[in-house]
């Protein structure tokens, strides 16, 4: 039987179609850069420091100085523009020269994520027609036909030594490029620097089609893993990115030694149409849709309740909604709706919300695209809207009629998981993930975005400091700044009720070992 896949965008009608310690160093990140941008020069400068990125301001010290930096102006190629790029582009002038300076500096191995830069592109082109991937109802259309190749670039980075576009002729299924692929980090209690990526440069994969959803690609279950796409042949990619340079460097700095304050900072999972319960099979509603190989849970209700059962945050501030209209939609105080709306006023850590796919009308009758500057925001606040092109806007390029997460970044968020291009609301990245693996958990932030994404060489692209790994202040006993063996010592000498359980007992003794291990182990890697 076909699937059914459903748009994202407002205008389109739907067609037949538990945590570990993170691991990520600062030595096995690469930032991509080109010195013939300035804004890209400029942000990387500002994260690796005037050091290993001369030629803009000078004397800046670095966010992250013991990180890798490659300038693609050495590989001599044509500058890539920001915005969209050719497949043809993107491998001649940014993967290849990536994957050349790897091998000759013998990083290949010791880099596991890639930091890409305001001042490149962020979409890959589909190779038959231009600009598909911005029109849903004909775009579908190229997805069922099995020829769905147009890709966040940092999607298909992923896959970096990996030629996903050999055999491509035009045809549906004729290379990896058409379609998508399962990620295999999707779902992982375990960050992916756990993993060996011994096998990542191993290209003859045992590729099989994933039957029944358009074009959708794995490999074989029972191949041994140099022919297996496993944990570890995935290279971590995230961009630095926003409106401006200035958004950027103030999203870096957010980044930065945050704290979650677990009793101020509020949460909004915002959906409509929906009966408000976290339903254990698939339903109609965008965050619940079959098929199940991409399906994790019903993602607002269960974010939800992971964090109203976790109870390290005050479950009072879990703003979810499951109505219909203006007077259901949740809206902060910083734009003026006349009235309409709820508004939440708190500090916000999560924008999960349907935005202009919020069903009925909206607040002020522009809400549905202006939203994320509404509201207030703590540090390390996460972007992750239902919206098909929340990730269109970098490079200049524009959304369509949705809200994006430039405005978000602008607005003073620190992270952002986004859709470069109509993604299908079937295959979009689940909350409920990052609040297991980021909020509640001790991954870096591209480490558990990359748990929350079910598709690579898909519409999907990380947004942040990948290196950022927020405490909880619950866990800071001490009030230090850090969490570590102190902290175990300071709640042994004064056990307190970490839960709101009303209780001191070996839950709360369970949640901080736990937080102290993740530090600790990060700390033995560095």
């Known amino acids: 039987m076909p699937h059914r896949f459903r748009l994202v965008a407002p205008w389109a009608m739907a067609l037949v179609a538990s945590t570990a310690s993170a691991q990520l160093q600062p030595r096995e990140v690469l930032v991509v850069y080109d010195s013939r941008s300035a804004d890209s020069r400029n942000v990387a400068e500002y994260y690796a420091g005037s050091a290993k990125v001369p030629g803009g301001v000078g004397n800046l010290p670095g966010i992250h100085p013991d990180v890798n930096v490659y300038n693609l102006q050495q590989a001599g190629q044509f500058l890539a523009l920001p915005g969209g790029c050719t497949y043809t582009e993107f491998t001649t002038r940014i993967r290849d020269p990536i994957r050349a300076h790897l091998l ?93 990526n011994a096998h990542a440069r191993i290209t003859n994969k045992a590729w099989i089609a994933f039957v029944g959803t358009g074009q959708g690609w794995t490999t074989s279950p029972s191949a041994l893993p140099p022919q297996r796409l496993t944990q570890g042949d995935i290279m971590l990619v995230c961009t630095l990115d926003g409106h401006t340079v200035a958004d950027v460097k103030a999203m870096i700095d957010r980044a930065q030694n945050v704290v979650f304050n677990v009793n101020t900072a509020a949460f909004i999972f915002d959906e409509s149409g929906s009966n408000g319960l976290n339903d254990a099979g698939t339903n109609t509603e965008f965050d619940n849709l079959a098929p199940a190989a991409t399906r994790f849970t019903d993602d607002y209700e269960s974010s939800r309740d992971r964090l109203v059962n976790d109870r390290r945050f005050d479950p009072a501030k879990v703003f979810y909604n499951a109505g219909d209209g203006d007077t259901n939609f949740l809206v902060g105080p910083n734009v003026n709706y006349g009235g309409q709306g709820v508004v939440i006023t708190n500090p916000i850590l999560s924008l999960v919300h349907f935005g202009a796919n919020h069903s009925g009308n909206k607040p002020g009758g522009t809400a549905g695209t202006t939203y994320a500057t509404s509201f207030n925001y703590a540090p390390g606040a996460f972007f992750c809207t239902m919206e098909s092109f929340n990730g269109r806007a970098f490079g200049g390029l524009g959304e369509l009629g949705q809200e994006g997460a430039a405005d978000f970044i602008a607005a003073g968020g620190t992270f952002a998981i986004c859709n470069v291009w109509e993604p299908f609301a079937n295959f979009t990245a689940d909350a409920d993930l990052v609040v297991r693996s980021f909020i509640l958990g001790n991954m870096t932030w591209v480490e558990a975005a990359y748990t929350a994404i079910p598709c690579l060489s898909w519409q999907q692209m990380i947004v942040g400091d990948p290196l950022s790994r927020p405490i909880r202040s619950v866990e800071d006993i001490d009030n230090d700044g850090d969490v570590d063996l102190d902290d175990l010592y300071a709640w042994h000498a004064n056990p307190t009720d970490l839960n709101r359980s009303a209780t001191v007992d070996a839950v709360d003794l369970d949640i901080l070992q736990t937080a102290v291990r993740g530090w600790d182990h990060y700390n033995v890697r560095r």
């Open 104 to 196: 000759a500096q013998n990083l290949q191995t010791q880099v596991r994520c890639l930091v890409m830069t305001k001042g490149l592109p962020h979409r890959i082109d589909d190779t038959d027609v231009p600009g598909l991937g911005d029109n849903p109802g004909q775009w579908v259309n190229e997805f069922n036909a099995g020829d769905a190749t147009a890709a966040s670039m940092c999607a298909d980075l992923s896959f970096l030594w990996q030629n996903l576009t050999a055999g491509e002729a035009g045809a549906g299924g004729d290379s990896r490029a058409d379609g998508f692929i399962l990620n295999p980090l999707w779902k992982s209690t375990f960050p992916a620097t756990t993993f060996t």
